[in-house]
């Protein structure tokens, strides 16, 4: 199978894996026109693009995957022959204090796209293509051993988890139901450049640079599969041109850490990059009150892209942990322009009454 698309909908571009993906592939595929409808949220920012952002085959528009004229009027416009869905709310401890919008974005805003290719595409299914893009999480929470593979079935267990579920479930039934032709990946925790620091990798390095204190959930022995996000965007773009239709792909990093060791091993790789004697801010750790239903562990088989594909993650841990903490070094004043009220104010509801000292 060979897919070679000439105008491309990336929802939510202005994200964290969005703006690598556009990053990869813009540059890449000079005609291919690549459309990047993103709601900006406080999680969405353009400044993550501004080395695409005057190509001829890149175009943004500030819009909302719920807004089904908008896309009505974007698929005539563009006449996309593929859809690479990215846009959602992401942070799990925000939907533990809010589920609203994740099912509004998550999964009404899915549903909103889908209904929009369905009614463009029809009569061309067999030349265009819808890729949804999910999360290990739907999977539920592994003990200490096995894996999940393609076939595990489904047990959400927080309201983010149970939203990306959702959507799963509707794009499989759209595809059986009315041929929608679409492709779906699975993922484990993604790390780089570009990552909101709400999430544990940039807020460890943000509050490390900062001398503030590190919250580490619990005793930190829940486990993750960490992906560097360049490794990821490839196999994105592999799954994108060569998958068969209505295929299913796990893509890990193969990389399984605790919490507590992996911000160890980051507070002495700062440590280092800054010229500072490595464990001294280890002291900074704090064991904060758990985050409520706390998935143990999470790990992806991911031999079938591997073998069938002939994807295979570049970085392991300890090289991608460099490249990542070199990079929020170096762009520190991107980090503080998007740490504004709004974060503030989520920072304060989220770790004020954990136990930070
Ligand atoms: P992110 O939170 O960094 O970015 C989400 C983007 O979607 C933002 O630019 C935001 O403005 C946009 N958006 C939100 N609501 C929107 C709406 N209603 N309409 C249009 N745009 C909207 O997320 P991310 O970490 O880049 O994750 C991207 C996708 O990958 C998500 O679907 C997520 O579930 C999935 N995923 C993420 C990870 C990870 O480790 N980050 C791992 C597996 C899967
Ligand atoms: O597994 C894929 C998922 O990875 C994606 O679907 C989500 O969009 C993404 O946010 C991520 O979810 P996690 O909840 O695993 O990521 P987070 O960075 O929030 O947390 C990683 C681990 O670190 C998790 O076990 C909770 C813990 N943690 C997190 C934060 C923010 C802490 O101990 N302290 C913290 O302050």
């Known amino acids: 199978m060979s897919f070679a698309p000439s105008a491309v909908l990336v929802t939510g571009g202005a994200g964290f894996i969005g703006s690598n993906y556009l990053l990869h592939v813009v540059p890449r595929y000079a005609d291919t026109l690549f459309v990047n409808l993103d709601a900006l949220t406080y999680a969405g920012n353009l400044a993550n693009l501004t080395d695409i952002e005057a190509r001829d085959n890149y175009r943004f528009v500030h819009g909302d995957v719920t807004d089904a004229d908008l896309l009505s009027r974007l698929f005539a416009e563009y006449g996309f022959d593929a859809v690479v869905h990215f846009a959602a709310e992401s942070h ?82 759209f595809a059986t139901t009315y041929g929608l032709p679409v492709v779906i990946t699975n993922t484990s925790n993604n790390y780089g450049p570009w990552q909101f620091p709400e999430k544990l990798i940039p807020l460890v390095i943000r509050n490390a640079v900062a001398g503030e204190p590190i919250p580490v959930y619990g005793r930190g022995e829940n486990v993750r599969d960490w992906l560097f996000v360049e490794d990821h965007v490839e196999a994105l773009d592999r799954v994108l041109r060569s998958a068969p239709n209505g295929s299913t792909w796990l893509i890990g990093g193969d990389q399984e850490i605790s919490n507590l060791e992996l911000v160890e091993r980051l507070l002495d790789e700062v440590d280092r990059q800054t010229g500072s004697q490595v464990g001294t801010r280890r002291p900074l750790i704090r064991f904060v009150t758990d985050r409520p239903g706390h998935d143990f562990r999470y790990a992806l088989d991911s031999s079938p892209i591997q073998e069938q594909l002939g994807w295979q993650p570049k970085h392991d841990l300890e090289k991608g942990l460099q490249r990542t903490v070199r990079w929020y070094l170096d762009h520190i004043r991107w980090m503080e322009n998007i740490l504004d009220g709004e974060y503030r104010s989520y920072y304060a509801t989220q770790y004020g009454s954990r136990g930070m000292n």
Request: charged share 20%; with cysteine; aromatic share 8%.
């Open 92 to 173: 799990v401890d925000r939907s533990i204090l809010d589920p609203t919008a994740f099912v509004r974005t998550n999964v009404h805003g899915t549903l909103v796209l889908m209904q929009a290719a369905r009614a463009a595409w029809k009569g061309s299914e067999d030349i265009c293509r819808f890729h949804h893009i999910s999360t290990d999480e739907v999977f539920g929470s592994l003990g200490p051993e096995g894996h999940f593979t393609a076939d595990t079935s489904y047990a959400p267990r927080s309201p983010y988890a149970a939203s990306k579920a959702s959507a799963d479930h509707l794009v499989r039934a």
